[in-house]
């Protein structure tokens, strides 16, 4: 959201006053390098993911949804939808307008383990969708189904999709975490190779019928031989446009190690990807050329954990999650949900109306960088869970400083900041309710405090 678009209030001062802090807080130092610029986050970084089933309920993603469209809106004037997840290997696609009542209202991570089956993509969804990309300004990342599916109807669906969508199409994804086939829809054997292969089967017949389609993937899950081998595949194929994975912060939700403390850690240790693994993204992009998007991710996968994955906590997590991943040089960042799941950043269904859950509040934070490039910043003599970001935009600098300690923190800046700023904050850690991004006036100065459990962005 653009940041005259928020209501100037008191609010997050006041939540903030009454967030424990220590009476002397700790000091760091913020430095940033001006002569060493990063990446530069593009306008359509911000990004949600929903199953692709939802496009069974043809009137979820249409112009009549007019405050889902207000909520996308308010994230980003120009994000992107990525439609996929574990039900796009259960889905099937027909040119004929559906009839009778649709299966479901909606359908998201807390419904995907219980409905799955018999779900059928239309054109009418399709030029629904369009509709509704068309008035939210955002484009879309399309799932195509490799586990159950056969090429014949992914080319049909593809067909239609590309005819329909048009310009805000993106790119196909063929599979949804082609890592995790195995011992599910493909034999335990089962590995890189023969994804590529299954994978340029599919290519090939969709090309055949739609020669100027563009491709992503491999959309995997966490093992990483996959992505590296897609990412020498797409040397032979110029049609390959993105490369793309998940992430999940923790999970199962049923794990007891799935704590609002752990989410708080700079690297979860259920995570599924770690230090190597990053690693290994940026050789992918480095050996294919390509960008590399996160397409699909959360706080902790299963859904989400209550108590956690609802809270202030997710909210902090998701803000220094899209930051750390834009200084990465990733170019998107689609966070999973849709339904009532509990990491979902928009929860309800259209009969009752919508709400931002915490989540949403974070993504906007980030969002706030959307076309700003990244420079070099080191937080000297900060205590642990303190990150800090900056970034240059038409002249003006802009610093995140996110604190998931439970302490304030005071930083020493390097140059005077300005009388505005905008915070994220709530009641507490594990707040379900009251979490806020709002614009602040704050003293001139060349150091701030930043309160704990709090994120604050700084212009200078």
């Keep these: 959201m653009n940041r005259r678009d928020f209501l100037l209030t008191g609010a997050a001062a006041a939540a903030s006053a009454g967030l424990p802090c220590s009476a002397q807080p700790a000091t760091a130092t913020l430095e940033i390098d001006t002569t060493k610029p990063g990446p530069r986050i593009p306008a359509d970084f911000t990004g949600l993911s929903y199953e692709s089933a939802q496009l069974a309920n043809p009137d979820f ?15 980003s004037p120009s994000g992107n939808l990525r439609l996929g997840g574990g039900s796009s290997e259960y889905t099937t696609y027909s040119d004929a307008d559906p009839t009778g009542q649709p299966p479901f209202e ?9 409905v799955k089956h018999g779900t059928t993509t239309t054109a009418l969804a399709l030029r629904n969708l369009r509709a509704f990309l068309d008035a939210t300004g955002w484009t879309c990342l399309y799932g195509l189904n490799l586990g159950q599916g056969t090429k014949e109807n992914a080319a049909a669906e593809a067909d239609a999709a590309f005819r329909i969508l048009g310009p805000k199409l993106v790119a196909f994804q063929i599979g949804n975490e082609p890592d995790s086939f195995r011992n599910r829809f493909r034999p335990a ?3 890189p190779a023969d994804f590529i292969a299954e994978w340029n089967t599919f290519h090939d017949a969709i090309l055949a019928r739609v020669p100027h389609a563009k491709f992503a993937g491999p959309d995997i899950s966490n093992k990483l031989p996959f992505l590296t081998a897609f990412a020498q595949e797409t040397r032979r194929h110029p049609d390959v446009v993105l490369l793309t994975g998940h992430y999940y912060a923790m999970g199962p939700a049923r794990s007891p190690d799935a704590t609002i403390d752990q989410l708080a850690e700079p690297e979860p240790k ?9 690693e290994a993204v940026a050789e992918a992009m480095k050996l294919s050329g390509l960008p590399y998007r996160m397409s699909e991710g959360n706080s902790c996968w299963d859904g989400g954990k209550p108590g956690v994955s609802d809270t202030l906590a997710s909210a902090l997590w998701c803000a220094d999650t899209m930051l750390r991943f834009a200084s990465l040089g990733w170019c998107g960042v689609n966070l999973h949900g849709g339904g009532n799941g509990f990491y979902t950043p928009i929860a309800g269904l259209p009969s009752t109306g919508f709400t931002r859950r915490p989540e949403y509040f974070g993504i906007q934070f980030a969002q706030t960088f ?16 303190i990150t800090a970001y900056a970034a240059e935009q038409a002249g003006k600098h802009q610093v995140a400083l996110i604190n998931k300690a439970a302490a304030a923190v005071r930083i020493k800046l390097p140059e005077r900041w300005g009388s505005r700023a905008m915070q994220l904050t709530g009641p507490a850690l594990d707040a379900k309710e009251g979490t806020t991004l709002a614009e602040i006036h704050v003293r001139r100065s060349r150091a701030v405090e930043v309160p704990a459990l709090t994120a604050t962005i700084l212009e200078f």
Aim: aromatic share 10%; no cysteine.
């Design 61 to 75: 993603f249409s112009a009549k949804n007019e405050q889902l469209i207000r909520l996308f809106r308010e994230l």
């Design 106 to 114: 909606v359908f998201g991570p807390d419904t995907s383990k219980t």
């Design 189 to 191: 054997t089962y590995g």
């Design 270 to 278: 259920l995570a599924t990807m770690h230090q190597n693994g990053f």
């Design 370 to 385: 959307a076309g700003a490039t990244l420079l070099s910043t080191q937080l000297k003599g900060t205590p642990n869970h």
